[in-house]
């Protein structure tokens, strides 16, 4: 069984620097230091053995989608942030108990899971059951109790593998995937599993077809540049009646080569400097949107961010392979949905300024977070996370990454859906 860390070479189709593999092929890395990893299994400290417990609970009795309308269990990705953010373990039982109020209990599959025909349920959220009792079996009985052996199984290997259909769901298995390393969690890497496998779409095609990656008319190095080309695109102008996610779907039914020319359009010169690139765009997309004294941030953008936080924690440990196909899955979503919530504004150098924080660091963010009005907001939390992060990723000696921060907590009164 390959390692995690290691990979195949395969032709690079995209422009600038690569990784010589020492067999004759190239392929493009985002070479970047893996974050903590926080071993909850080993550690003595009350507060880890509180997340241990509250993460398998999660596990035992919820499933991973819920409700009529497929909400995503968000559980470990609160309790998660909220742990490496300093939360103690009775701040850890009130998220728990807030979050699964109005979580489902797992329900069985019509039908078993099985080798054989595992494929044919990808995309039907009735079989989460199924899937989860097939990876565990897999965990079991194949793989040692190892469970990055079947994340690397499953996700990483065969013709189309998952991996490739991560950003799915509003990006939730990339969010839960990256949990599932970060604190070497067995119980969030299977439900990890689960939750690409019931959220699988036609968003894989996008990367296991080479055909739909082609030359664009646009490009550009930087992410935000071409959000901002998208701005002030006329042919995007009236593309829909009323903003929304409602116009997913639509947008690559009827749109889809537009959507595909600002797809094809980011360039990767300097993979690194890409990506760090990115991460500031997901920053400035969800708080550089909001006017100040606005109040009201987008519940869809804040996606953007924590599933750029997630591949910064993935890139470290995943195939090289898939480097650029996870980074270019984090920009299908960005234009995506910057295409159907109708382009807002974004002026981050105008909304975010450094110099008003008065002296306010990052313990002032991180405790507004953990026990302000909105401690128990799953996207709050993680929002105030991705950016803590990705400050420690780059360095932030202008304090732009903070001051987003604390914009964005001392603002925040609640999400708005279009």
């Known amino acids: 069984m390959a390692s995690l860390l290691s990979y195949v070479p ?44 509250l993460l398998k609970a999660n596990h035992i009795n919820h499933s991973v989608i819920y409700g009529p309308n497929n909400f995503h269990n968000h559980t470990p990705h609160i309790l998660g942030s909220a742990y490496i953010l300093g939360a103690n373990e009775k701040q850890l039982h009130n998220i728990y ?9 797992w329900k069985p599959s019509p039908a078993e899971v099985t080798e054989g025909d595992w494929r044919d349920f990808l995309g039907d959220i009735k079989y989460q059951r199924g899937f989860l009792d097939f990876y565990e079996d897999n965990l079991a009985n194949k793989d040692g109790y190892e469970w990055k052996k079947v ?9 189309e593998p998952l991996v490739n259909c991560l950003v799915s769901g509003l990006g939730h298995p990339l969010i839960h995937l990256g949990y599932a390393f970060e604190l070497d969690s067995r119980q969030i890497g299977m439900e990890a599993l689960v939750m690409t496998s019931v959220s699988y779409s036609f968003l ?4 296991d077809d ?25 042919r995007l102008d009236g593309m829909f ?18 959507f595909l020319e ?112 909105y401690s ?24 732009r990454y903070l001051a987003a921060a604390v914009k964005f907590v001392d603002e925040f009164r609640g999400w708005e859906f279009d």
């Not at 593999?21 to 550690?43: C, F, M």
């Not at 108990?97 to 209990?105: G, Q």
């Not at 994340?151 to 013709?159: A, D, K």
């Open 10 to 53: 395969i032709v690079n189709r995209f422009v600038g620097s690569s990784t010589a593999t020492g067999d004759g092929g190239a392929v493009q890395s985002i070479d970047l230091p893996p974050v903590k990893v926080h071993e909850l299994e080993s550690s003595p400290e009350k507060s880890t053995r509180t997340l241990k417990h």
């Open 97 to 105: 108990e807030e979050e699964i109020k109005e979580l489902d209990p």
């Open 151 to 159: 994340v690397q199984r499953f996700m990483f290997e065969g013709e």
């Open 204 to 207: 894989h095609k996008y990367l």
């Open 210 to 234: 080479p055909s739909y990656t082609k030359p664009s008319a646009s490009n550009s190095t930087s992410p935000r540049e071409l959000l901002e080309k998208m701005r002030n695109d006329k």
């Open 241 to 258: 009646e009323t903003p929304g996610l409602d116009n997913f779907d639509a947008l690559f039914e009827k749109h889809e080569d537009i």
């Open 262 to 373: 600002y797809w094809n359009a980011w360039t990767f010169e300097d993979p690194v400097k890409q990506f760090q690139d990115s991460q500031e765009a997901a920053v400035a997309f969800l708080v550089g949107s909001v006017p100040p004294e606005a109040h009201s941030y987008n519940f869809f953008i804040c996606h953007i961010l924590t599933t750029s936080h997630a591949v910064r924690i993935l890139l470290p440990v995943i195939p090289k392979k898939y480097h650029i196909s996870v980074v270019r899955q984090w920009w299908l979503l960005t234009v995506a949905l910057y295409m159907i919530l109708d382009r807002p504004k974004i002026d981050f150098d105008e909304y975010v300024r450094p110099g008003d924080l008065k002296g306010k660091k990052w313990n002032y963010a991180v405790d507004k977070a953990l026990n302000g009005p």
């Open 376 to 399: 128990t907001d799953a996207h709050v939390v993680k929002a105030v996370r991705a950016m803590k992060e990705a400050a420690e990723t780059w360095g932030d000696d202008n304090e």
